[in-house]
């Protein structure tokens, strides 16, 4: 079955990067996007940063110009590059997995990893 493993969260000073790594196992169909969100408790989660299956990419306002993210060679991994880090980037992100055809449709989520941005 389908697993979403993400990896690199932690603790980092404001102005410093971490990079996160999301690897979605047996999925078969190449037509899928990945993405990652974040969420803190009482707010909705948000996109931060996508990468379509074509390599297109989208970032939110408030990451944009600082976070990059990449598919993997096998496109089965996404990462997110993180820099000059933010108090406010402070949130557990989700990586998900989602189709770009519809069928057949589906929709996996990681369990969350914590990044922490404090002096």
């Known amino acids: 079955q389908v697993q979403i493993v993400e990896s690199g969260g932690g603790l980092v000073q404001p102005g410093g990067s971490l990079k996160l790594s999301c690897t979605a196992s047996e999925i078969i169909v190449t037509a899928y996007t990945m993405a990652w969100y974040r969420q803190v408790p009482g707010k909705q989660r948000e996109l931060v940063a996508s990468?379509?299956?074509?390599?297109?990419?989208t970032y939110a306002d408030a990451v944009r110009g600082r976070f990059v993210v990449s598919r993997g060679n096998t496109k089965n991994r996404l990462y997110l590059q993180m820099n000059n880090l933010r108090p406010e980037d402070t949130d557990v992100y989700y990586c998900e997995a989602a189709s770009e055809t519809g069928y057949p449709r589906f929709d996996y989520w990681g369990q969350g990893n914590q990044v922490t941005v404090s002096s």
């Open positions: 990468e379509r299956w074509s390599g297109d990419t």
